[in-house]
């Protein structure tokens, strides 16, 4: 049933009331999930068991794949050495591996017998290896080739104490797969061959958006245990030289977005064999007091070369979180964007000549924030307020309904009312979406608008059928409208105009609807709320004012201090609803009506008024054709 929400319901839990004996850490907090399947990727070296690691900017993908990485046993067997050496006529340049530190020590030797300094029989009793054998036996002298007497050493492990981890952060060809012109010595590794028998982490964002890199780099993959350098660099003409390939796995760890994950999986046959491992980022964890102590342990880390926090200061760090992540049971597992906010308070306590970060820099700092980014916002409210912007914030119009939006800036956003308005007519076009017509709809908005005609049906031409002309608009708006979350305030409005009562104007709609009439929870919530707060504020609150919004929204709602205030005192209000009849009759104040056994609606009820405007609208479509 619908009821109106007290600010003693909307209190975040405090499972921790002290975090002063908190160690500072870096640890992962709230993504077991992924971080089991992440160790198993990193544990198996076996062709395929490549990683995609997806998730949000900021989760801490990389400080989980690192510190994974060190926990790892050591594989003495993946620190070989790497050279390459003179191969005679053959086309093909030959690869020497040894055991970790052994290749300089061949050099070495190599450049003493080309000297004359040792026999031919010293150097081989060194290395009793028929590959070396057979490079021996086929050097020509030092007079003819001095060249061939020197190892182009490409993989120096010698003084590695663990298998190499390479984060490259600009890939290309020449960056990730190396060179080679002419001659042994002109090899040049990339960080696919650097990261041999170790990991190779990229952004996947930069390595798929080159088509032809991603080509390069799955043609790599597909090598077992091999890596392949490049015969062709963008710009260069391809070279006679053919290098062996490296016998070490590289393992791929790619690190993106969970639309770029999808976007490959789909379209790319091969990306789910190369890339088994697939871990994926939460953004949000529970609210719980593990992962508020994990939350605050990070910020430790994260501020020690700032001045310490206090408990008040972490709580209100952690009720952020919690608006960040819409949900007053869970928190953002965007860790960075809480040592952000840590920092930028630091500031503000030394402005105010506090030793101590308190609550206090916490709410200033926000409160800057909002106020940074804050003119498009009011240049909105000093719109409304002048009347240069239409909108009604009291009485009653009919085909009019106040929704709400959000407005993005970069980074930052924030809530504003959206007049929507309904017009009805005889025809059969049916519901005609004008910002669609106008080119600025989006598709989920397109099929909001059409979800509306199927409720419609459902729920009132049951012995008729739907035939209308209707056009829904947002007034006042020449930006892109999308997403579904205005399709309640939109469903009101068509009714008001086809029942042809008035609806108040006062109260602010945001929700879904589903055809069936189920109410679906939208995001933005708070944003929206407190752009339509504001909105109020500036032409004065009468005491009537507040929002309509699902019940599922409950969980979400982190509402400012001032908002609070308000509530306490009567002079806004928050409306939860479960069905769209609950909403009618707070729009309205008349009864929605349910239908009888006969299946009519109760004469003079909301509803029955909807169903007989429907039958005249078709009745006059009728007698019109």
Known sequence: MMRELKTDELRLSEPVSSFQDIVPGTAITGQERAMSLLRLGLSIDRIGYNIFLSGDDGSGRLTAVMEEIEKLPEKPSMLQDAAYIWSG????????????????????????????????????????????????????????????????????????????????????????????????????????????????????????????????????????????????VPGEMSSSVRPDPIPLLTKVILIGTEETYNRLAEKDDKFSRYFRIAPEFDYTMDRNEENMKGTVRYLKAAGRVLREADDSAYLEMLRYSSWLAEDREKLTTELSLLGDLLEEADLNAAENGRNVITRKDIED????????????????????????????????????????????????????PAVISATVAPGNEGIVNIEHEAGLSGGIHDKGLLILEGYLRHRYAKTFPLSLYAGICFEQSYAEVDGDSASLGELYALLSAIAEIPIRQDIAVTGSVSQMGALQP????????QGFFKACSVSGLTGTQGVILPVQNISSLILPTPIEKAMNEGLFHIWAISDVDEGIELLSGLRSGKRDRKGDFPPSSFNRRVEDGLRNLWRCSQDKG
């Open 365 to 416: 700092t926000l409160h800057k924030r909002d106020w940074h980014a804050s003119l498009a916002e009011e240049n909105i409210n000093e719109e409304i307020r002048k009347g240069e912007m239409v909108i009604a914030l009291s009485g009653s119009k009919t085909g009019i309904v106040n929704g709400l939006a959000v407005m993005d800036r970069g980074v930052s956003s924030f809530g504003t």
């Open 522 to 529: 939208v995001g933005g919530i708070n944003e929206k709320i």
């Open 89 to 232: 006529k053959d086309r093909n340049i030959k690869l020497l591996m040894f055991p970790q530190g052994e290749a300089r020590l061949f050099q070495e030797y190599l450049s003493s017998y080309g000297q004359g300094k040792i026999s031919r029989e010293a150097l081989l009793s060194k290395w009793q290896r028929d590959d070396i054998a057979c490079f021996i036996k086929s050097l020509p002298s030092r007079e003819e080739n001095e060249e061939a007497y020197s190892l182009n050493i490409v993989l120096d492990r010698s003084s590695a104490a663990k298998r190499p981890v390479i984060i490259e952060t600009h890939p290309s060809h020449r960056s990730l797969f190396g060179s080679a012109s002419l001659g042994h010595m002109s090899i040049e590794a990339g960080s696919y061959q650097k990261a041999a028998g170790g990991f190779l982490i990229m952004n996947a964002e930069e390595v798929t958006g080159d088509e032809n890199l991603w080509k390069t780099l799955k043609r790599y993959i597909e090598m077992t245990h091999r890596a392949l350098f490049s015969d062709q």
